[in-house]
């Protein structure tokens, strides 16, 4: 099975500025995939960006990009000229079957304005 | 886009009750599960459910039972509930068990038990 670590319970970053949430996490597979999660206060949890381990690029979703390092095992999540609207809890994730999706402790991120 | 309902938002019960936590998705998935989020330790999944009437259990299936009777419907049972499953409970469904399947969340009932 998986597991991840997300080492930054908290982060904070001014409204319009860059800000990196990191994540770490081991597998023995060689296929897997991996996943940042946002849950705002309304509690529902949507997907912010998701990265296929056979990729070599990173994935990028509008403002929200990763940087995906394979031999490191190091998955962040850049989010750039951040908004008000991306005040959360984030959850940096790992699957190589659906049902074996393990999750991080998350980072809850606040937005300075 | 797909909804996944948790039939209660806030649920507070006496030790020793039997709970019931329902969930239900709209969009004929094939995938449901749920999870328990506590502060510190993410989402541990309970159990999932890839059929009707067919399930397994995940990481902390102790003290907890599921039924799925109807492909829509994923309930979560505390048989008899305890302080040490007062907690925030996330169901989701995905399309597929592929790994690459985006899970839809619900948005949660948070069951305090006294």
């Known amino acids: 099975a998986q597991t991840v670590t997300q080492s930054q319970p908290e982060m904070s970053v001014q409204e319009a500025e860059t800000v990196t949430l990191s994540c770490t996490y081991d597998t023995s597979e060689s296929d897997y995939y991996l996943f940042w999660y946002k849950q705002p206060p309304s509690r529902q949890m949507i997907l912010v960006i998701r990265?296929?381990?056979?990729?070599?690029q990173n994935a990028t979703e509008n403002r929200f990009s990763v940087n995906f390092q394979k031999a490191a095992k190091s998955f962040s999540l850049k989010i750039s000229d951040s908004q008000l609207g991306d005040a959360a809890m984030y959850f940096c994730a790992c699957s190589y079957n659906n049902n074996d999706m393990r999750f991080g402790a998350g980072t809850r991120l606040t937005v300075k304005p | 886009d797909v909804k996944v309902t948790q039939s209660s938002r806030y649920l507070v019960k006496r030790t020793g009750e039997k709970v019931f936590l329902e969930c239900v998705q709209d969009?004929?998935?094939?995938?449901m599960f749920w999870y328990r989020q506590d502060p510190g330790l993410g989402l541990r999944l309970i159990y999932f459910?890839?059929?009707?009437?067919?399930?397994e259990k995940g990481d902390i299936p102790e003290g907890y039972s599921v039924s799925r009777e109807k492909k829509e419907r994923f309930s979560l049972i505390l048989e008899s509930a305890s302080t040490n499953q007062t907690s925030m409970y996330l169901c989701a469904s995905s399309l597929y068990a592929t790994g690459r399947e985006k899970l839809f969340f619900g948005s949660g009932t948070q069951l305090s038990v006294l």
């Open positions: 459910s890839y059929d009707v009437k067919m399930k």
């Open positions: 969009m004929d998935h094939e995938n």
């Open positions: 990265q296929e381990a056979y990729k070599q």
